[in-house]
């Protein structure tokens, strides 16, 4: 085996055990979550969804892609690569839907970076890839920062310490970001900063109106901080597609609130069904951009193999 082959089977080797210690992660928290309140707050995130809620989660949803797209646009025109809006739009679209499918809820937003299809032009000088890469990392940065500073702010009140955390990471992430968002203008900085926000907004309604739906004993009042510190938890990069410590956050913050834990559960689970829902437009983008690459790479195999034999 040579070293090129060598250095394939390690990465590969890296990327399953990395994937099977997300699914674990996930697994165990279930697990954790079924040992204390059973499989009710599971079964109640099906039974309790109504049909209607499905439109509002792809409407919502789509919000959130849009913004998404257009704060990936501003950013990546300052790093020499232009892109247009139904393009970017597709590719965080399936994103969107990778990440709600694949461990670590980053494999889609790696894809979208590395993607060399022609619909995005790219200056030369210096790494492409790299470039695309900074400008993906700096736009995800920005709405960790936004979705950790609406949870800190809600606990500040419920338990400062985890608050003054909570700020701490969002802090981080602007400061890690920072590096690739120096060549936008002041202007740009606003821009990304409101389409970060306005993105949140959307998926921070979405998990309030679930609370509505299936736990309405909860208070509206209660409905957008509870969200806020759910939503950061799915923000945290472990788990499969944002399982797992979404449903533990949400389950500690209906604790801290003074709401039952299970209720936390159950909401943030029928969240995660809406919001998979909401990406499926994604799944279809996916099928379309890879088909036909899969067709002729095919095609180029046949030909190989047939003069091969000749």
Known sequence: MSLDQRSQTARRGHTFLFAGLQ?????????????????????DA??????????????????????????????????????????????????????GVLPGGLAGDALRAADDSSDAEVEAGGSALRRAFAAMAAERLMGT?????????????????????????????????????????????????????????????????????????????????????AIAGMSVPLGFGGWGPREAAAAWAFSLAGFAPHLGVTASISYGLLALASTLPGAIILALRVLPRLERARRVRDRREGRGSA
């Open 46 to 99: 099906f039974r309790l969804l109504p049909v209607w809620i499905f439109p509002a989660a792809a409407l919502l949803g789509g919000i959130g892609v849009l913004t998404q797209a257009l704060r990936w646009r501003v950013i990546a025109r300052h790093h020499r690569i232009s892109i247009g809006v139904g393009p970017a739009i597709a590719r965080c679209w399936q994103a969107a839907f990778l990440n």
């Open 145 to 229: 920062a936004v979705a950790f500073i609406a949870a800190g702010l809600t606990l500040l009140v419920l338990a400062p310490l985890a608050g003054l955390a909570s700020l701490g990471v969002a802090t981080a992430a602007v400061v890690v970001a920072w590096r690739w968002l120096k060549p936008l203008s002041r202007g740009d900085l606003i821009q990304v900063v409101l389409l970060s926000a306005t993105g949140w907004a959307a998926f921070a309604a979405l998990f309030a109106l679930t609370i509505l739906v299936v736990t309405p004993t909860i208070p509206l009042a209660w409905a957008p901080g509870l969200a806020a510190v």
């Open 23 to 43: 699914v674990a992660i996930t697994l165990g928290i279930f697990g954790f979550l079924a040992a204390q309140w059973g499989m009710t707050p599971f079964m």
